[in-house]
């Protein structure tokens, strides 16, 4: 418990909490908690020594910046894993170590292990935000490439459309291309095509009165029975019925 605000505890987590802030533990009825409880005072470590280190605020030294500037809080979860988890548990240590044995110098070992402690924790927090930043650009990525596709497919939905020449053109595997259009659009590319071609059908039947095998042509189906049949399931009736209810053409022109 932490100011107000609860969280699930799990082996690896990591706060940092400021002199005054409330927080308590609450643990199940049979349950253990093992903490490695690191209390220290805001003076161990000097700014203009962090300074001479490099260390400014300007970079993503997070939970360094409070040093720097005591009136900067940083709080957040951090939960470590594997090699991380054990070279944080390794400094830790290595300062109790220090601390319990009192050897000349224990002083300064222990600013300089906090000092990488810190240092560690925010440049781990640095690639967890990272991550999650990559994945939003990612993202991003893949909705431009998704429109630049789509705006390709209705430039030249006439033309004889295939999954290796999107994939030469745009740069990209056939697998990926299904699976972006599928994740994104919840559609494979053909689906987008029929689709694409079925809106321009329709507007070709109700602004005219060319035949429907010519319609069925002009975007990008040479059998007009498959047009049919593909318009007949996405309308639910049939290219010449479309056109009788929308009011326009010549029942003479219907095929």
Do not use: W
Not at 198 to 212: D, G, Q, S
């Amino acid at each position: 418990m932490f100011e107000g605000n609860e969280y699930e505890i799990r082996s690896g987590d990591v706060f940092i909490i400021n002199p005054g802030e409330v927080h308590t533990y609450k643990i199940k009825p049979g349950k253990e908690l093992e903490i490695i409880n690191c209390l220290f005072m805001s003076d161990l470590i000097q700014g203009n020594m962090l300074l001479e280190l490099g260390i400014s605020q300007s970079m993503d030294y997070f939970y360094v910046h409070p040093f720097l500037d005591k009136r900067e809080r940083f709080h957040s979860q951090l939960n470590l894993r594997g090699q991380e988890a054990a070279h944080v548990l390794f400094l830790l240590e290595a300062m109790m170590n220090e601390y319990d044995n009192r050897r000349r110098g224990c002083e300064t070992l222990i600013r300089l292990q906090m000092v990488e402690l810190l240092v560690l924790l925010s440049r781990y927090y640095s690639q967890r935000d990272g991550q999650a930043v990559r994945g939003a650009v990612r993202s991003n990525e893949r909705r431009l490439l998704i429109r630049r596709i789509c705006g390709y497919l209705e430039r030249y939905y006439d033309k004889k459309l295939s999954i290796p020449d999107l994939c030469k053109l745009f740069n990209i595997s056939s697998r990926q291309l299904n699976r972006i259009f599928k994740e994104e659009l919840n559609m494979t590319v053909f689906d987008m095509i029929h689709q694409i071609r079925i809106e321009r059908a329709k507007h070709l039947l109700a602004e005219t009165e060319e035949k429907v095998i010519v319609i069925a042509g002009k975007v990008g189906y040479e059998d007009p029975a498959f047009f049919s049949r593909l318009f007949q399931r996405s309308l639910g009736c049939s290219p010449g019925k479309y056109r009788v209810a929308s009011g326009s053409g010549k029942a003479g022109a219907v095929r």
